[in-house]
């Protein structure tokens, strides 16, 4: 069974700063990995899409990266703003498409 | 562009009592899937769909029942409503190829049972 670990559970930062959040994952043989923003209240909204064959992926001053071999991923956000104070869920894709998720990162980053 | 559009988007229920969630695309995808979301335990699949007229079990699918009797449309249905079944549910969809498949969600249904 895939289990999917994200860490911190939750993350406090000032504006400015770079951050990386951590996505591990047990069982390698995934298609695909997608990271979504999740406000509170809301729907997800997905950031990333990273095929297995790929390693990295970049949106804007979000990057993720893909090392299946290990089991990891992680999204690097560049210069945090307050508006990316929000819930970040990672998730795997693998037996029939269907997509497993971490229970995700709390970011708040004050002004 | 409509996306994922889920139906109702809150409900209040009484223990015993029935009804149906709809979900609906109109990105003519293939996987529908619906999940719960608990504080503490995550988004957990329910059921899900690779195509018309197909359902599998995901990992909680007791007390659920589901239908997809049209490619644009899956049904989650609560037999007897249990406090138990209070929650976030969110339908989603996808292509299904492995290669791009991306899940793309509807905004949710807050349910409540009393």
């Known amino acids: 069974k895939q289990e999917v670990t994200q860490i911190p559970a939750a993350l406090s930062v000032p504006e400015g700063e770079n951050l990386v959040l951590n996505c591990s994952f047990t069982d390698s043989a995934i298609y695909n990995l997608q990271w979504f923003r999740q406000d509170p209240g809301k729907g997800l909204t997905s950031l990333l899409l990273?095929?297995?064959?790929?390693r990295e992926q970049t949106s804007g001053r979000l990057n993720a990266s893909l090392d299946k071999s290990s089991g990891r991923s992680t999204l690097y956000i560049a210069a945090s703003q307050p508006g990316d104070s929000a819930t970040y869920l990672c998730?795997?894709?693998?037996?029939?498409?269907?997509?497993?998720f971490g229970k995700g990162t709390m970011l708040l980053v004050s002004p | 562009n409509a996306g994922v559009t889920q139906t109702p988007k809150f409900r209040v229920l009484k223990t015993g009592q029935s009804m149906t969630l709809l979900c609906a695309q109109d990105?003519?995808?293939?996987?529908m899937y619906w999940y719960r979301q608990d504080p503490g335990m995550g988004l957990r699949l329910i059921h899900y769909s690779v195509g018309e007229g197909t359902t599998a079990k995901g990992e909680v699918p007791d007390g659920y029942n589901v239908s997809r009797l049209k490619k644009q449309n899956f049904l989650l249905g609560l037999e007897s409503a249990a406090p138990s079944q209070t929650s976030v549910y969110f339908c989603a969809s996808s292509t299904g190829t492995r290669l791009n498949t991306e899940a793309f969600f509807g905004q949710g249904t807050r349910l409540t049972v009393v």
């Open positions: 998730a795997v894709y693998s037996g029939y498409s269907t997509l497993t």
């Open positions: 990105m003519n995808h293939e996987y």
């Open positions: 990273i095929q297995s064959s790929q």
